[in-house]
């Protein structure tokens, strides 16, 4: 397959992907953070709650009707531009797909009809439940799609049929509760949850900048700050069981994350760096231009263990026996194998030879899995970006560490100062806005580069899993969804500001 349609395939699906996640992180957060606020108004019976909640319900209500529209678009393309993917994994990648669909994406829909048009027409204690019941939808939606992007990280509960070429699924809660896919919800789920605290902070810090509805500000800022430290300490936690999982699951783009080119024992966690851009694999180079290490993290966060040895790309490439670390010639010689395998298994069924069906079945189930080795035509083709991914994964760690100083600030300043008076904060809330959004797209970038050459790690390359189309076909598509996307953004930027500048007391 050309390399430039593979090359406009992945453009448009990540122009998707990404668009996609402008919308949905809001939409996870901002729901359970006007559940707690229709909460305390159901609680107190103080109206200020009440419209407290439904000012924030009306911009969680823009967000999500866009949020959908995008996402749909991103499903649908799988079978557009990744047929071969499809066909490959679909029994086991489309369940938890449907599962999304026919469960929680109908929960939240029903339901937030109710919590949007339910006001004054049914009770407070049933539209409080409605408000509820579309925040854990919302999440279980996330769950469900979270578990079938995990499955592409480290893919379990399934095997492979010879006879249809496909992979079927032998254990659905296998997949479902692949703790890849768990560590990868929850870390998702807690940036999301930033995000919607950033927002809420951030635009009633512009109310008191502005003097205007100071009340409705300051005790938006106490719940949204709140919110926002609890996930920000429960994201620490939730990001070393990622960075574990990956460096059990996926050593090589825990490699590419740290700029490490040789493997160590007791290995340290670049906290600032510079890759030097001269920096090749087998080179002498130095691999930073500049590095602030903390001693031993990586070891402890990866295995923890304190003196743990760390592969580098050089161990994960051209192997390491001594440490116990496979080269990749070796794994492409057996996905050689496998692919050979199954091509002889297939001209022995069509002749009737039954017992090289079996000899080549077993050749088949033993090198199985390394099978989308035999797609890569050199060692070296395992290596992701790593500066892409180097400097994503910084960026994302950083600006966490960002958001965990500014919530613990802004909430003891609104509890025991008073916010409105501190113009630094405000406006630090204020600028931090589009912060939670640029690490939540920096942790996908490391995710999914990180991830690459592979659709399905170890079973499939990026460019066996695209359809065979004309280039030209994803190329107009591409820029046909550039723009509606980007359309769409600014459309909902304009009637968020609007809805804004109006304010609560003119909802």
């Known amino acids: 397959m050309e390399e430039q349609l593979i090359d406009w395939s992945r453009a448009q699906f990540a122009l998707t992907a990404i668009y996609h996640f402008l919308f949905v992180p809001l939409t996870l957060g901002l729901s359970f953070i006007v559940a707690i606020m229709e909460t305390i108004y159901v609680k107190t019976g103080d109206l200020k709650y009440k419209e407290m909640t439904r000012f924030w319900m009306t911009l969680f209500a823009i967000n999500f009707a866009i949020g959908v529209a995008t996402g749909l678009i991103m499903e649908f ?4 531009n990744w047929a071969n993917y499809s066909w490959f994994v679909g029994d086991i990648f489309g ?24 006001w004054n027409k049914v009770g407070k204690k049933f539209h409080l439940l409605s408000t509820w019941l579309v925040a854990v939808g919302s999440n279980l939606s996330a769950f469900w799609i979270l578990v079938a992007n995990g499955w592409m990280q480290f893919p379990v509960g399934m095997e492979f049929n010879p006879d249809t070429v496909r992979n079927e699924m032998a254990s659905f809660w296998d997949v479902a509760l692949s703790p890849v896919a768990i560590a990868k919800f929850l870390h998702t789920i807690g940036s999301g949850y930033v995000i919607a605290a950033l927002f809420v902070i951030g635009i009633s810090a ?7 509805e100071v009340e409705f500000a300051k005790k938006s800022m106490i719940i949204g700050s709140t919110f926002g430290l609890v996930v920000s300490i429960f994201i620490v936690v939730s990001g070393d069981e990622s960075a574990h999982q990956v460096a059990q699951k996926q050593p090589v783009k825990l490699a590419a994350m740290e700029g490490m080119y040789d493997g160590k024992e007791a290995a340290g966690i670049v906290a600032f760096g510079i890759l030097n851009s001269n920096k090749k694999l087998l080179s002498d180079e130095p691999t930073y231009d500049f590095e602030i290490e903390v001693p031993y993290a990586l070891s402890i966060l990866g295995y923890h263990v304190w003196d743990a040895y760390v592969p580098g790309l050089h161990d994960l490439v051209y192997g390491n026996e001594e440490r116990g670390f496979e080269s990749a010639a070796s794994k492409i010689e057996k996905g050689n194998k496998a692919i050979a395998a199954l091509e002889a298994y297939k001209a022995a069924k069509e002749s009737g030879d039954t017992a090289a069906q079996v000899k080549n079945r077993a050749v088949l189930e033993k090198n199985m899995e390394y099978f989308g080795y035999g797609h890569l035509e050199k060692p070296e083709d395992v290596v992701p970006p790593v500066a892409l991914t180097f400097y ?3 960026v994302m ?11 613990a600030a802004v909430l003891y300043l609104s509890t025991k100062k008073d916010i409105a008076q501190s113009r630094f904060w405000l406006k630090a809330s204020l ?15 490391v995710a999914e580069v990180g991830r690459q050459p592979w659709a399905i790690q170890d079973l499939m390359p990026v460019g066996v899993a695209a359809t065979d189309i004309g280039t030209s076909n994803v190329q107009i598509t591409f820029w046909l969804f550039a723009f509606l996307f980007t359309a769409l953004l600014l459309a909902e930027i304009k009637i968020m500001l609007r809805q804004i500048k109006i304010g609560p007391k003119g909802h």
């Open 77 to 80: 393309e799988f079978g557009t």
């Open 95 to 118: 369940a938890p797909l449907a599962v999304e669909g026919i469960l929680a994406f109908f929960m939240e829909s029903t339901f937030f009809a109710v919590m949007f048009f339910g």
């Open 206 to 212: 512009w109310y008191l900048l502005k003097k205007r």
């Open 392 to 394: 994503s994964f910084h």
């Open 397 to 407: 760690v950083l600006l966490g560490g960002w958001f965990l100083v500014l919530f």
């Open 431 to 445: 600028y931090s806005i589009p912060l939670g959004w640029i690490a939540a797209e920096a942790g996908w970038i």
